[in-house]
Nanobody, 119 residues
Framework: QVQLVESGGGLVQPGGSLRLSCAAS????????MDWYRQAPGKERELVAG???????NYSDSVKGRFTISRDNAKNTAYLQMNSLKPDDTAVYYC?????????????WGQGTQVTVSS
């Protein structure tokens, strides 16, 4: 069984910063992609940023230049540094990862962490 545990969410003022972490544990032989999604009330879940095993990254247009995704392969952990936060960034942020497990290729979701940007 594989678990993704997110941390680092909270309340921050506009213009502030937060750093999210996503730690993967369990019988995961290798992790291919680690991504961050978010879902605001009444909206569909959307991809925010992704990073693959070769450290290639991609971002949604709405966060380019403000968010940075990174990963520590030794720790099976991904990070999302969020700067210049805006009220529109308010959402539940979910970590997603895929890779090879004892059961073959699988993908997993974390439980989500709330990010609220408000004055």
């Amino acid at each position: 069984q594989v678990q993704l545990v997110e941390s680092g969410g909270g309340l921050v003022q506009p213009g502030g910063s937060l750093r999210l972490s996503c730690a993967a544990s369990g019988t995961l032989f290798s992790i291919d992609n680690m991504d961050w999604y978010r879902q605001a009330p009444g909206k569909e879940r959307e991809l925010v940023a992704g990073i693959n095993s070769g450290a290639r990254v991609n971002y949604s247009d709405s966060v380019k230049g403000r968010f940075t995704i990174s990963r520590d392969n030794a720790k099976n952990t991904a990070y999302l540094q969020m700067n210049s936060l805006k009220p529109d960034d308010t959402a539940v942020y979910y970590c997603h990862a895929d890779g090879v497990t004892a059961l073959g290729w699988r993908d997993y979701w974390g439980q989500g962490t709330q990010v609220t940007v408000s004055s």
